[in-house]
């Protein structure tokens, strides 16, 4: 089963976090597919990760040759780049969450709604088999709490 890893950001945006995950992503030698709900929020994360002081290689379905992107971001739940790393950002979801090695479930803290939705998808994600974390951002970086 894959291991799943809720992020619980309080303390950043996705735009802030998401590229530090992604950039360790990249250092242990791995791929990763970044799953948006809309087209909207995957042109905002690409503009964002443009605008990082680290170059962060990455493309979209918009520039082709997904194969030689390291880092994908697709509305798609489809590993087009060969990455066994999903990021699931925005309560962006898939069944095919198996086919990853690992996933990264990024919400954010400060909306009630998207908590509530991030403890459904846990909890279907647990009674799936899944092996799941729950990682809360505090001062000192990313704190694990279950």
Do not use: C
Request: cysteine-free.
């Amino acid at each position: 089963m894959t291991g799943i890893g809720f992020y619980h950001l309080t303390r950043s945006t996705l735009e802030q976090a998401l590229p530090r995950l992604l950039q360790r992503t990249l250092a242990a030698g791995q791929r990763a597919l970044v799953l948006t709900p809309d087209a909207a929020t995957r042109t905002a994360l690409d503009e964002a990760l443009w605008r990082q002081p680290v170059w962060l290689p990455h493309g979209t379905e918009a520039d082709g040759d997904a194969d030689l992107q390291p880092i994908w971001l697709s509305t798609e739940p489809v590993a087009a780049n060969g990455a066994r790393f999903l990021f699931l950002t925005h309560g962006a979801s898939t069944d095919r969450i198996g086919a990853f090695d690992r996933a990264f479930d990024l919400f954010d803290g400060t909306r009630e709604d998207a908590v509530q939705a991030a403890r459904q998808r846990w909890k279907a994600a647990r009674d799936a088999g899944h092996a799941v974390t729950y990682w809360q951002q505090t001062e000192a970086g990313w704190q694990q709490k279950a």
